[in-house]
T-cell receptor, first 111, second 114 residues
Framework: DGGITQSPKYLFRKEGQNVTLSCEQN?????MYWYRQDPGQGLRLIYY???????QKGDIAEGYSVSREKKESFPLTVTSAQKNPTAFYLC??????????FGPGTRLTVT | AQSVTQPDIHITVSEGASLELRCNYS??????LFWYVQSPGQGLQLLLK??????LVQGIKGFEAEFKRSQSSFNLRKPSVHWSDAAEYFC????????????FGTGTSLTVIP
């Protein structure tokens, strides 16, 4: 089955630690995205990548980093510089501006 | 700036009643338009999409949406709501001239009462 996988579903970290969220797709899509979702705020774009080895900052990139070494993978690192990292993180992929396909999400809790 | 507005934060309807969720967008040309649904703790699932052509589009789960250029709207409708439709609904706009970015509304939470 084609789709997007995110792991783990739940992630717990101590404040001050970096943490990497996994996103893998087997849809052969060129573009991949990371969103953050907080209650009442919809989806906010963190980073996106249109091709391998290239990515752009979204609206809330501060405190986050990404890499795109393979077409299938777009991991997101939440660094200790992110002031309020506890949130639900969604990964998506697309072909151009046609519909995005979303993964199941990772809920990150930092205490 | 481009934006997507969903004016209703929360809507409650009775099971079997009709539903309309509002979406307005700000964009200079005809954008690609989408409606997604999200169950608690899950990812987003595409309900329907509009790229061009017939302004009334049909989607999954009995949903439809109508693109009205004059009103910059893309409202989602369902003639008879089922309890399983309770979820969060997001309207989105896709563009190509800014690197394939998508813009999402803040969502409308739907509660269905028996």
């Amino acid at each position: 089955d084609g789709g997007i996988t995110q792991s783990p579903k739940y992630l717990f970290r101590k404040e001050g630690q970096n943490v990497t969220l996994s996103c893998e797709q087997n849809l052969n899509h060129d573009a991949m995205y990371w969103y953050r979702q907080d209650p009442g705020q919809g989806l906010r774009l963190i980073y996106y990548s249109q091709i391998v080895n290239d990515f752009q900052k979204g609206d809330i990139a501060e405190g986050y980093s990404v890499s795109r070494e393979k077409k299938e993978s777009f991991p997101l690192t939440v660094t200790s510089a992110q002031k309020n990292p506890t949130a639900f993180y969604l990964c998506a992929s697309s072909v151009s501006s046609y519909e995005q396909y979303f993964g199941p999400g990772t809920r990150l809790t930092v205490t | 700036a481009q934006s997507v507005t969903q004016p209703d934060i929360h809507i409650t309807v009775s099971e079997g009643a009709s539903l309309e969720l509002r979406c307005n967008y700000s964009y200079g040309a005809t954008p690609y338009l989408f409606w997604y649904v999200q169950s608690p703790g899950q990812g987003l699932q595409l309900l329907l999409k509009y790229f061009s052509g017939d302004t009334l589009v049909q989607g999954i789960k009995g949903f439809e949406a109508e693109f009205k250029r004059s009103q910059s709207s893309f409202n989602l409708r369902k003639p008879s709501v089922h309890w399983s439709d309770a979820a969060e609904y997001f309207c989105a706009v896709g563009r190509t001239n800014t690197g394939n970015q998508f813009y999402f509304g803040t969502g409308t939470s739907l509660t269905v009462i028996p």
